[in-house]
Every structure is written in structure tokens, then in C-alpha cells.
């Protein structure tokens, strides 16, 4: 076959890489501040995370804008900083852009709702000490998608869709520009290839979803963290994933109402036999276990520090059954233990939320209906009756709390590269629910203002070329390799090293899982020449080198923070036979607690290319106040003076 060494060049000042909330506000921003000469590059307008996902009330986290809660920027920066391994002055960004970037959504159609005088009513949310919380219902992030969306297009920005980007260009630590795999002419020997020169490019990806099996991210949703780590930028809190209870098809969290319905959980073998309620086994207490279930709902990401005797018993007793091959459901169509349930053996709060909502009858189905029935309306639209049918669940992977590393402007360590969303590292290890969406606002607006007080020229066409050439002469020669017909099939491998992604590096963690899953990687690695068969596959084998070397880091990192005497915290369980164990569960589910030792402290990690190099540093404190007005004002000016 013969070798594509051409690449379709175009030139862009600034490339936004995705198309999802903050993706989007970031192209739209930059278009605001006169960087007219801006496109958007997404391998899907439709895919991703912010576009296709969302739970029973998906939260927006803002600064209060209702009530009379004593609420400052300052208050909510602090509370984002108490989360652990939090930056103060990202934190502090955060909180001042909050209100700011709601307002605009706001503005822009999305139906966040007021009360009759127009204040923005809310909620609290976890970690919230105040009611920040307020949500447009489900699909809060599809909405404020397809309202940026709107505003982009009317503007005129540019969209190159199917384009999936393989490969950061940088000369000197600086961004020179980017090559895509042209997904619709991927056969094309003369078009497979998209390259743009470009002075910046603000990388808004999303998570590194494709990483894990077991997970609610949307099927569309793959990530590409590991292109911006090959060409050298840093990570940061690696180690911190969100993992919580949720449907496989459709993915969706089983948050809210789904568990304060109370369902029976029951796990089937591989073909669906041999059915049994198994919560009864471990948690004998009638009203404990239905307390924990109920608390699912607000509790809903697994958490080490409830993992004892709190409600992540749940998703413990999930895990092991898991481990066991069985599969698990949820069952909406008959009681927990097949029995009318005595609301009064609940928890307080339980029994009064359930009483106050005129719940405390019937079957979960029954319950849900009543308190709720769009919740069972959504599987219905995706074809799941729960009136008719369990629910098949499992603990999946939600959120990426850590990312690429940033600074206040949200530019990484290689100048021109920019990260927003869940691909910047801005949350530590606990964070407010719906604070992401807000930190893609925030994330998108500064970066945009940091490019255009300081656009840039595109780089000299020769260092363009330079680059370019080095990359395309490599892939030519991986493409000689890649298609002969003795090769293994690509997807079996990315399967393959999905699972044992699962298997070693999910919620449940030992030093021993961890290492053993090095060598895994390490050998898909080499062995990567050996894998895809034919140009339609390209696109999988870009996929699995992205993923083995997302993989590679993220390990490692998880393997770092144990050697430097890190313990459980967060949603990630370390096992140490010699911690204290779990009432009711096996010898194996024995840890310790992290508390705060390490709260304190960032780890930062770059790929080498080979293995990866390891930084520990504390944390920015927060910016002191500012002195006066008069004295922001002018620095204001100076700042600003074209």
C-alpha cells in the first residue's frame, strides 16, 4: 500500500480543540475580545461529555445569587480551596468569574430557573456550605451546549468537524500547531491527514473518558489528554477520579429520586440466572440499609470516608459483586426483601424527606412515579421500562478531577497551550457538585482574555515545516508497519486495556494491582507497531496510543502518591492489609484514611517519552485582598493599555 506523506495545511491564528461547554464559550469569548481568526476543531459537534450526558438534576455550581446566604467571592473561593490540593489562585478564579459566566448563559437562553421576583433560587450541592447550586433538570450541560453553539455559528466561527487530532507541533516548549486524522477521508492516501499552523490552541477535550470501561461518560466521549502529555504537557492530581453508581445503557448516574425510591439491588450471573437480593447479606439492619440507599441519592460518588458506615458501603457491596463476574441491577417493581417497607425504621431525615414528599407507600416504581416521573420517562425514551424491567448498573468512572496542569490563566507549562474543562487540573480531591460546569466557564473566559491581551504572531513557517515534516516522515514509517494482514486487531487491544484499567486502577487500589498493571501497559506500548490493519482502523489506533500513554501517567501517578505514604481519599480506596477493616465485607477491603496529610501538596508529572518524572510542591495560597479600588483600577488600566 502506499504511504501518505502529504498533509492538507491550513492556517489559523487560535484552534479550540472540542466542542463542548467550555470548548465552545472559550471560541465564543475569543470572537468577543476581536480574535476573529478562530476555529473550532472537534472529531464530533455532537459527541462529548457536556453535549450527552447529565443526571437526575444536573447541578451548575455559581456564587448564591438568592436568599439571604451571606455569600462572597471570597466565601465560595474558600470553600473550592478547602476541597484539598486546590490552587488559591485558581480557586479564587473560579469563584470571581462565577457569576459572570452564569449571567451569560443565562442570557444566551438557557432556562435556569427564578421565583417570582427573579432571584436565581438554589440548593446546596456536596461540600456546599451555602445554596450555590441550581440546574436547568437533566440535561443542564446539553443546553448550555447547544445555546454556545448557537452564538458561535451566528458569529461565524469556523467548525472543522470529524477531525480527530493526533499530534501536538511545539519548537522550544512553543505550540507551532497540530495534525488531526481526517476521519472522513481517512482513505484517502492525499487527505487522510489535516494539518494547521497556529500561534495558540486552547485544548478543551474533556476528560480522558476512554481510559476505563466501566463508565457514565457518553459513548462518544473518549478524551485526549495523552496527545497533550506526548508533546510534553504537565499533569496534575492525577489520582483523582470521581467513580459513582450508574446505568450501562443508557449511561446515566442513578443519583436523586432513583435511589430515595429505595429499589431492591440484585446481581445475576453473565447470562442473567441466578438472581438474588444481595445488600440483605452484609447490611442485616432493615432500616440501615435502606438509610444507606436512601443517602445514595445525595451521597451519590463513592467516598473512602463513608466507605465504614455510611452509605459507600453501597457501592462496596456493588464492587465485590462485580469482582464475583455477576452482573447488577436495580429493581424498581418490588420492595427491598420482597416486604412492605416500615418508613419509620429510617433515618430522621430519611423518613422526613420521604414523609414531606408523601412517598411513604407502595413499591420504588410507585415511589419514583410520584415523586418524580420524568426520571422514569428518561429510560423510557432510551428504551428501559423500569415499571417492566431492572435496571442493569455498575461503579463507574464519572470525573477526571485532575488534568493538565495550569496556571491562573489557564495556559500549561508550553507557551501557546491552553487547557479549559475537565482537561485542566483545577479541582483537587473533593470538589462541589457542579462545579465543573462552572470551571469550564471560567476556564474558557480566562484563557480567551490571557490570548487576546497577548495574541501572538503565527509562528515562522519554517519552524511550522520543520515539525510538520519530522511528524509525517514518522508516520509514514508507522503506517508501512501498521498495515499488513498478520496484525492484531486494534479495538480487541483498546478493549483490552480498558478492562484492566477497571480491573487495577478504579475505585479499589493496592501497590501490588497497580504494578502489575505497569507491565501491562508498557507491553501494549511496545507492541502497539503490531496492532490495526487497514486505514479504517487508523482511527483506533490513534485512540489506543492515546489511551496507553494516558494510562502510562496516570499510573504512575497513582503508584507515586503510594510510595510517598499516600493513603485512601476521595473516591479511591488504597487496600493496606494493615488498616482497619469493613463490617461485613472480606479481609481484602482493609485501608486508611489520608486526612489531610496530603492535602496540602500538588503532584505534577510530565511523560518523558519513556517513564515519567515526578514533582511534589504546595499549594499557591490564596491572593491577599487588594489593597483599594483606586489602586485595582489603575493596574486595571495599565493591564489593558493597548
Not at 148 to 176: H, W
Not at 215 to 244: C, D, H, I, K
Not at 273 to 287: A, H, Q
Request: charged residues 20%.
Amino acid at each position: 500500500m502506499k504511504i501518505s506523506t502529504t498533509a492538507v495545511i491550513h492556517h489559523v491564528h487560535t484552534l479550540v480543540v472540542g466542542s463542548g461547554a467550555a470548548g465552545l464559550r472559550a471560541a465564543e469569548r475569543l470572537h468577543e475580545l476581536g480574535c476573529t481568526d478562530v476555529a473550532v476543531i472537534t472529531e464530533g459537534m455532537n459527541c462529548g461529555t457536556s453535549r450527552n450526558t447529565g443526571s437526575d438534576k444536573q447541578t451548575y455550581y455559581k456564587l448564591s445569587l438568592s436568599g439571604s446566604d451571606a455569600d462572597s467571592v471570597r466565601e465560595m473561593a474558600a470553600s473550592l480551596y478547602a476541597g484539598q490540593a486546590v490552587d488559591g489562585d485558581i480557586a479564587l478564579c473560579e469563584a470571581a468569574a462565577s457569576a459572570g459566566g452564569f449571567f451569560h448563559l443565562a442570557q444566551l437562553g438557557v432556562p435556569f430557573p427564578t421565583n417570582e421576583y427573579g432571584e436565581y433560587v438554589g440548593y446546596k450541592t456536596d461540600h456546599d456550605p451555602y445554596r450555590r447550586a441550581t440546574s436547568a433538570g437533566p440535561y443542564t450541560s446539553k443546553l448550555m451546549t447547544e445555546a454556545l453553539e448557537r452564538s458561535i455559528r451566528a458569529k461565524g466561527v469556523t467548525v472543522f468537524d470529524r477531525m480527530q487530532v493526533i499530534r501536538l507541533l511545539t519548537e522550544n516548549d512553543c505550540i507551532v500547531g497540530l495534525i488531526c486524522l481526517d476521519l472522513d477521508n481517512a482513505a484517502d492516501e492525499s487527505r487522510r491527514y489535516a494539518a494547521f499552523r497556529c500561534a495558540n490552541v486552547i485544548w478543551a477535550t474533556g476528560g480522558p473518558a476512554g481510559m476505563y470501561l466501566n463508565s457514565v461518560y457518553p459513548a462518544s466521549q473518549y478524551g485526549a489528554t495523552g496527545v497533550a502529555f506526548a508533546a510534553g504537557a504537565m499533569g496534575r492530581n492525577l489520582t483523582e477520579w470521581q467513580f459513582g453508581l450508574a446505568s450501562l445503557n443508557p449511561r446515566w448516574n442513578v443519583s436523586g429520586t432513583y435511589m430515595q425510591a429505595l429499589p431492591r439491588f440484585v446481581s445475576t450471573d453473565a447470562d442473567g440466572s441466578d438472581e438474588r437480593e444481595f445488600l440483605p447479606d452484609s447490611l442485616t439492619d432493615v432500616g440501615e440499609m435502606l438509610t444507606m440507599v436512601f443517602l445514595k441519592g445525595y451521597q451519590w460518588p463513592f467516598d473512602v470516608r463513608k466507605a465504614r458506615n455510611g452509605s459507600s458501603r453501597i457501592d462496596l457491596l456493588v464492587h465485590q459483586e462485580m469482582l464475583k463476574g455477576r452482573r447488577i441491577f436495580l429493581d424498581f417493581r418490588r420492595n427491598p426483601s420482597d416486604g412492605e417497607i416500615d418508613f419509620t425504621c429510617l433515618s430522621p431525615e430519611a423518613y422526613a424527606y420521604l414523609s414531606n414528599a408523601g412517598a411513604c407507600f407502595g413499591t420504588p416504581i410507585e415511589r419514583l412515579l410520584h415523586m418524580n416521573e420524568p426520571a422514569v420517562d428518561f429510560y423510557l425514551d432510551h428504551g428501559v421500562d423500569l415499571r417492566t424491567q431492572p435496571l442493569e448498573i455498575a461503579l463507574c468512572v464519572q470525573h477526571n478531577n485532575g488534568g493538565l496542569a495550569v496556571d491562573a490563566s489557564w495556559q500549561t507549562g508550553i507557551a501557546g497551550l491552553y487547557a479549559a474543562g475537565e482537561a485542566a487540573a483545577t479541582h483537587g480531591v473533593y470538589r462541589p457538585g457542579g462545579s465543573a460546569l462552572n470551571a469550564g466557564q471560567c476556564g474558557a473566559v480566562r484563557a480567551a482574555g490571557a490570548i487576546a491581551a497577548n495574541p501572538g504572531e503565527l509562528p515562522e513557517e519554517a519552524a511550522f515545516r520543520r515539525q510538520l515534516d519530522a511528524a509525517l516522515q514518522e508516520i509514514s514509517a508507522r503506517e508501512a508497519a501498521l498495515f499488513q494482514p498478520d496484525n492484531a486487531p486494534v479495538r480487541e487491544a483498546y478493549m483490552a486495556a480498558r478492562r484492566d484499567m477497571d480491573r487495577f486502577a478504579g475505585p479499589v487500589r493496592s501497590e501490588a494491582g497497580l504494578r502489575e498493571l505497569l507491565t501491562l501497559i508498557d507491553a501494549r506500548l511496545e507492541g502497539m507497531a503490531l496492532t490495526a490493519m487497514e486505514p479504517g482502523d487508523l482511527r483506533w489506533f490513534y485512540r489506543l496510543q492515546e489511551t496507553l500513554i494516558c494510562q502510562r501517567v496516570y499510573v504512575s501517578a497513582m503508584l507515586d502518591y503510594l510510595t510517598k505514604g499516600g493513603k485512601s481519599r476521595g473516591s479511591a480506596m488504597y487496600l493496606d492489609p494493615a488498616g482497619e477493616g469493613i463490617p461485613h465485607l472480606p479481609e481484602a477491603y482493609r485501608f486508611r484514611l489520608d486526612g489531610d496529610e496530603h492535602g496540602s501538596v500538588v503532584q505534577e508529572i510530565r511523560w518523558t517519552g519513556a517513564d515519567c518524572a515526578v514533582a511534589w510542591r504546595g499549594v499557591r495560597p490564596m491572593p491577599p485582598e487588594d489593597a483599594s479600588f483606586e489602586v485595582v483600577w489603575k493596574a486595571y488600566r495599565e493591564r489593558n493599555r493597548k
